[in-house]
């Protein structure tokens, strides 16, 4: 078992994901495997990298090819979960389709619940495992 939460960052904004990154990075129990700044790149990443978790915006070049990305993985063996971060407030976008471990929406300026709920989502993981 690893204490280390395994993520990728995914967003097209690449500021948003670097002060993320610097902001989990200062946690022991966060290794973030890689960032993401389009679809591609989360696909590959997920597919080679293998992480438990992967933090997400839904909409990108306004489209929800985020979310379509979720789609993709959601009920497939060894999918990671998926914590949503996205300015849309329609969670219902989420609800209607899939099921996610998270969602946040933005903007934020408590980056901490960034970390609660990555620290949830690996205690949710290791208590499914336990079953």
Do not use: H, W
Request: aromatic content about 10%; overall charge negative.
């Amino acid at each position: 078992m690893n204490p280390k939460v395994k993520i990728i960052i995914a967003d097209d904004n690449k500021e948003f994901c670097n002060f993320l990154a610097r902001y989990l990075g200062k946690y022991n129990n966060i290794e973030i495997l890689g960032i993401a700044n389009n679809d591609e790149e989360e696909i590959y990443m997920i597919e080679n990298l293998k992480p438990e978790v992967v933090i997400t915006d839904l909409l990108r070049n306004n489209r929800y090819t985020g979310l379509d990305i979720i789609k993709k993985y959601y009920g497939t063996k060894n999918s990671p979960e998926f914590l949503v971060i996205s300015a849309d407030r329609e969670q219902d976008v989420i609800r209607n389709e899939v099921k996610v471990a998270g969602y946040i929406e933005k903007p934020f300026t408590n980056y901490n619940i960034m970390y609660e709920s990555l620290i949830k989502i690996k205690k949710e993981l290791e208590d499914k495992r336990n079953i």
